[in-house]
């Protein structure tokens, strides 16, 4: 699909004259982020500081409380999890830290086929009758309305934790940590699930260090769980930005040198070298792995590796993930080819496809790839039995805000929730027609007259010949890059093309090579543009949106041009 391209304008010259230390293309990338102020510039750069005391986010003085209290009296505490990256990192550090502090406590996350999403009452049930009175959930929960009023009838006291949009009303939990919520006082609203529960963790154990709870209980520096903090934030698609950043900057070293036995083995089946870990490998190596468990198998498998301390489980279970994540990648590419050929308009405002063969942990993966290949909202369902229910996976465009259009079905839903982009639903398969039908209205209504083409936003046009190594290293220091601190893009323009070929596997990368105009040789790889050869040599010619990396290649440092797109270079 051909995309529009747009360039910042260049940042005034005081802009500049401002932060005279720091590398041009720096100091523009930050203005692009809107960060102009000096001391925001070198708040954003220094990775030093600590974040916001955890009390002053609500609900987080009566969490506490309850929680200390069920410790004290040896109460059976359930830490509720979700079957994603995020939700078992959070049930992982929950679980660990009240280990630590001396709590009866057990993760519980459900099967995403036989239980679906968030909290379920036959679940709640099976607890109450086996003497749970304590449950604290980790990235679910805030809009279970009926499962907690269920709960406080069995006489289950409930904490949420949940970091996605909020419903018109909250349910009766006997406390609820979102800082989205009205009139919290945080100061910072965007954590992924994990990052809530670690300012939970931090919470009870500033607690427990001013008084014992009364019981012999393990020494924890909140710090060592920053390891499960970057995992999940980054494989959640969390902003990288504010204490997000902060976060995963100070966890990024934990994984690079792992002290979970099965991080090491994760690290090793994915071929990941300690020390090379960044946002990047968690988002394209690490996290799916860990994601593969609740998509094909059950999440407690993910689960299992990060608690383990044994060595040959460990490298068992990574073993069992790295097998599950070749057959999710094997699943979705035939679903992915099934759905698009379902596709009757590829033009339509949104694509729906559903059908029972499509894998329920997959569903969302496919969605994604396409909204990414049509720039359309997309919809993949599980379709289930006529007289039973269907889950459904949405992806969407910054045109259409998914969740917002899943309120105005609300009645046609069991359950649903997410973010702004990505949601997922319960539906009873009846209402699956008149359900398409609303949303297809929905985002008609609101795609109505745009240009529906993604656009690629460059952060500079520079002149390739300019760029030195001193430029690529001064560009790091802005990493993590993902979402909402994206890494740099830049164009070039008139950019001669040597040896260009496809790679990977079936030949769907192009490789090739770039002359600037100083006749310096630079690497460079297009992902998933191999296709571009099948329809005739590249032009002599091109321009190029790219991000700049220097990586290291047979023990020697090689320029390297990451392409996003290409094009043929008009006439000066």
């Known amino acids: 699909m051909e995309r529009f391209w747009t360039i910042r304008p260049k940042a005034p010259q005081e802009q500049f004259a401002r932060l005279p230390d720091l ?28 974040g916001g005391d955890p009390f002053q986010m609500q609900g987080i003085p009566a969490a506490v409380k309850r929680i200390r209290q069920a410790i004290e009296r040896q109460e059976r ?54 003497g749970v009175s304590l449950l604290v959930t980790v990235d679910c929960g805030i809009r279970a309305h009926n499962e907690i009023a269920h709960a406080a009838r069995l006489g289950l ?30 100061g910072f609203a965007d954590f992924a699930g994990v990052g809530l529960a670690f300012k939970l963790g931090q919470a009870l154990v500033l607690a427990s260090q001013e008084r014992t709870i009364g019981r012999p209980r393990a020494e924890i520096d909140p710090d060592d769980l920053l390891d499960l903090v970057a995992l999940g934030t980054v494989a959640d698609l969390a902003p990288l930005l504010g204490e997000n950043r902060l976060l995963v900057s100070k966890g990024l070293p934990y994984l690079n040198q792992p002290a979970r036995p099965g991080l090491r083995h994760l690290m090793t089946t994915a071929r990941v070298k300690p020390g090379s870990v960044n946002a990047e490998t968690i988002g394209f190596l690490l996290g799916p792995r860990l994601n593969a468990a609740g998509r094909l198998d059950h999440a407690k498998l993910a689960y299992k590796l990060l608690w383990t301390r044994n060595e040959l489980e460990a490298a068992e279970l990574a073993r069992q993930l790295e097998a599950l994540n070749r057959r999710r990648q094997a699943l979705t590419h035939s679903a992915l080819e099934e759905a698009r050929a379902r596709l009757t308009d590829p033009n339509a405002p949104l694509l729906m496809v559903r059908d029972g063969r499509f894998p329920e942990g997959i569903i969302g993966l496919v969605a994604g790839r396409l909204t990414e290949e049509f720039y359309r909202p997309a919809v993949v369902v599980h379709q289930g039995p006529p007289d039973g229910e269907s889950r459904g996976s949405a992806r969407s465009i910054p045109e259409l805000h998914i969740i917002q259009a899943l309120d105005r079905c609300a009645d046609l839903l069991v359950k649903y929730g997410g973010h702004t982009a990505a949601a997922g639903f319960t539906v009873a398969t009846t209402d699956l027609p008149a359900l398409e039908a609303r949303l297809t209205d929905l985002a008609a209504a609101s795609l109505a007259g745009r240009d529906l083409r993604p656009t690629l936003v460059a952060d500079a046009e520079i002149k390739l010949e300019h760029i030195q190594e001193r430029h690529i290293a001064a560009i790091e220091t802005l990493a993590p890059f993902g979402e909402g601190n994206p890494e740099p893009l830049f164009a070039a323009r008139y950019l001669e093309t040597r040896r260009a070929r ?21 690497q460079a790889i297009a992902f998933r543009q191999g296709e571009r050869l099948a329809q005739g040599p590249l032009p002599e010619l091109i321009d190029a949106l790219f991000h700049l990396r220097c990586e290291q290649w047979n023990g020697t440092q090689r320029l390297t041009l990451v392409v996003q797109d290409l094009r043929a270079s008009q006439s000066p």
């Open 502 to 522: 496809r790679v990977g596997e079936g030949g769907k990368h192009l490789q090739l090579q770039i002359l600037d105009r100083r006749r310096r040789l630079w």
């Open 23 to 50: 590398e041009r293309l720096v100091v523009q990338v930050l203005y692009n982020r809107g960060l102009t102020d000096s001391t925001a510039v070198r708040t954003f750069l220094d990775r030093r500081t600590h």
């Open 77 to 130: 505490i359930i830490v509720h999890g979700d079957f994603d990256a995020d939700g078992v990192t959070s049930t992982a550090l929950t679980v660990e830290v009240l280990h630590a502090l001396g709590a009866r406590v057990a993760p519980y996350i459900p099967d995403r086929v036989d239980e679906g999403y968030g909290l379920n009452m036959v679940t709640l049930d099976k607890m109450a009758a086996q």
């Open 157 to 186: 006291d409930v904490i949420v934790t949940d970091h996605h949009s909020l419903p018109p009303t909250l349910p009766g939990a006997l406390a609820i940590i979102n800082p989205k919520q009205p009139g919290d006082r945080y």
